[in-house]
């Protein structure tokens, strides 16, 4: 049973990171599209109309992709973790329901709507459409999240006398304390993945010199919208997050910072190596009593080591979940430095004609999918031994009947698949930045209005 668990496990660690990929653009992408249309709207420029439509089309190509790989998500909860589908379906089974029936079917509709009804909806009617396709995919984030917050610190439930977890208040699934901050450092995030994604195509324009109409557009969009999520994933949300750590997963919060002795003024550790079996943090780089700061809000405060809790308790990949933390945390400071430096330029002017920093932006592109996964995987590494905290261990949920090779056969079956799904992805998307906002590069009047206000 347990190489068929480490099979089962890497097979729905596969699955979902590859998964993530796709709506943590759209979620993004969504936002700025809402942003577009309101610009044209007030405005009545039709340049940021046709901006709208491009970014609706690579919005359509990553919605359809993140439909194919997460309806495998939905079926692995039978064939994978059968016995944490009967004892918790009664829970999570509201959640990931209202996900399907509401969000998804939301989002979907108003996406056609979106991408082929504009000249019927009118302005104001298109406009609504963007504004539910927004909802809709937001709304899709929240009921995952919610499920994933519940796992993490499990509320609202009884054990039945057969012992199944049964729903007791579906106001405390729902808003999950848990939830709410997981929530919003989640979206920021995916706004992130957007932010850049946008204002690295804008670069790529501005420095090949096509398209730099619409490069300004994109850049300043995604500098602008970028740095305020930049700043906002950090505090509060990151934060508070953090805080949830600290005071309900005290083993998880030491393993991710790699200290093993409990310590007055616990120090932070900016580098570092874990080393479990001597139980120490080789060549630390540390910034004295900051670790008690944050998380206490004072210099001094006790943080409890992993030695002070049994080791059944600890996570069970430490190496993995500390250098997880620590490439999330880095890349999210590397956010804000980028972001912010960009934002400075964009206010002197100096933004579009400074090719080192487009070239920043440009190269940043990819750096948001790896701090998201990064991300994600300290949120369930750091829950491991448990599937449901406190509640049910992980061993406890896998599927009894499915054997090693089984998981193996499939696991291998999705690799062969989704490397195709991603040749066609990236083909897809390439071709749509080749073609641009305007197949044929016809400039247009509102254009050159737009180019010269920006």
């Not at 943080?303 to 945390?329: C, N, R, T």
């Amino acid at each position: 049973m347990g190489q068929a668990l480490d099979v089962h496990r890497l097979q729905f660690a596969f699955t979902i990171t590859f998964h993530y990929i796709f709506p943590q653009l759209t979620m993004g992408l969504a936002l700025l599209l809402v942003y577009l249309k309101t610009k044209a709207l007030r405005t009545g420029d039709e340049h940021y109309n046709r901006a709208a439509r491009f970014w609706a089309r690579i919005f359509g190509i990553n919605f359809a992709l993140g439909v194919v790989t997460g309806i495998p998500m939905e079926f692995q909860f039978g064939t994978n973790w059968a016995a944490f589908s009967k004892a918790a379906g009664g829970v999570i089974g509201q959640t990931l329901a209202m996900e399907g029936v509401f969000s998804f079917f939301l989002e979907s509709s108003f996406l056609g709507l979106f991408l082929f009804g504009e000249k019927r909806l009118g302005r104001i009617g298109h406009w609504v459409a963007g504004f539910l396709v927004f909802l809709g995919s937001w709304l899709s984030g929240y009921f995952i999240v919610a499920t994933d917050a519940w796992m993490q610190h499990p509320t609202g439930y009884r054990i039945a006398t057969n012992g199944a977890i049964e729903l007791s208040s579906f106001w405390d699934l729902l808003l999950n304390k848990w939830a709410l901050w997981q929530y919003a450092h989640t979206m920021l995030g995916a706004v992130q993945t957007g932010c850049f994604v946008m204002a690295g195509v804008g670069a790529f324009y501005l420095l090949t010199k096509r398209d730099e109409f619409y490069g300004r557009t994109f850049v300043r969009a995604g500098v602008l919208v970028g740095t305020v999520a930049a700043i906002l994933q950090l505090f509060p949300t990151g934060d508070m997050q953090g805080k949830m750590v600290a005071y309900n997963q005290q083993p998880t919060l030491a393993a991710m910072e790699g200290l093993f002795e409990s310590q007055e003024g616990a120090p932070l550790a900016i580098l570092g190596q874990p080393d479990v079996e001597k139980r120490k943090l080789d060549n630390p780089l540390e910034v004295p009593n900051m670790l008690s700061f944050l998380t206490y809000k004072q210099w001094r405060a006790n943080i409890k080591g992993l030695s002070d809790f049994p080791q059944a308790e600890w996570p069970d990949q430490i190496p993995l979940l500390y250098y997880s933390y620590h490439v999330m945390v880095g890349l999210g400071t590397i956010f804000i430095a980028v972001m912010v430096l960009a934002s400075l330029l964009l206010w002197r002017g100096k933004l579009y004609d400074s090719h080192w920093m487009l070239w920043i932006l440009m190269v940043c592109v990819p750096l948001p999918y790896i701090a998201n996964t990064a991300g994600w995987m300290t949120a369930e590494l750091g829950r491991q031994p448990w599937l449901i905290y406190g509640l049910m261990r992980t061993a406890s949920g896998v599927s009894p009947r499915v054997a090693a090779g089984n998981a193996w056969f499939t696991l291998i079956g999705f690799m062969g698949m989704y490397t195709v799904l991603a040749i066609l992805w990236l083909f897809l998307i390439y071709r749509e930045i080749e073609l641009g906002p305007e197949p044929g590069n016809r400039p247009h009047a509102e254009d050159d209005a737009v180019l010269a206000a920006e």
